[in-house]
Nanobody, 124 residues
């Protein structure tokens, strides 16, 4: 059974940066593609970024391209989301998720395990 724990959220001014971390308990973490999703109040959960199990290939939502970077350290069983040039519209609860196999997905339904989420609030 997998277990994911996000950290690093908080309150930041527009233009600022945050780095989210996702610590995984799975001993086979390196065999999972990882993704980040977010959900703003009253909105559906949306794809943010994803990365293959060795970190070779990543994908991003258009709204965050050039500002966010997903990465992973398989030796530490941890995935990261570096968020720069934050905007008020980035305010949401951010979730990390793990998907068995190398191929990543932009669909939340493809992921097997989810963290509890971490709040990111960007003030204008």
């Amino acid at each position: 059974q997998g277990h994911l724990v996000e950290s690093g959220g908080g309150l930041v001014q527009a233009g600022g940066s945050l780095r989210l971390s996702c610590a995984a308990s799975q001993r086979t973490f390196s065999r999972y593609a990882m993704g980040w999703f977010r959900q703003a109040p009253g909105a559906e959960r949306e794809f943010v970024a994803s990365v293959t199990w060795r970190g070779a290939i990543s994908d991003y939502a258009d709204s965050v391209k050039g500002r966010f970077t997903i990465s992973r350290d398989n030796a530490k069983n941890t995935a990261y989301l570096q968020m720069n040039s934050l905007k008020p519209e980035d305010t949401a609860v951010y979730y990390c998720a793990a998907k068995g196999g190398n191929l990543y997905s932009t669909s939340s339904g493809a992921y097997d395990y989810w963290g509890q989420g971490t709040q990111v609030t960007v003030s204008s």
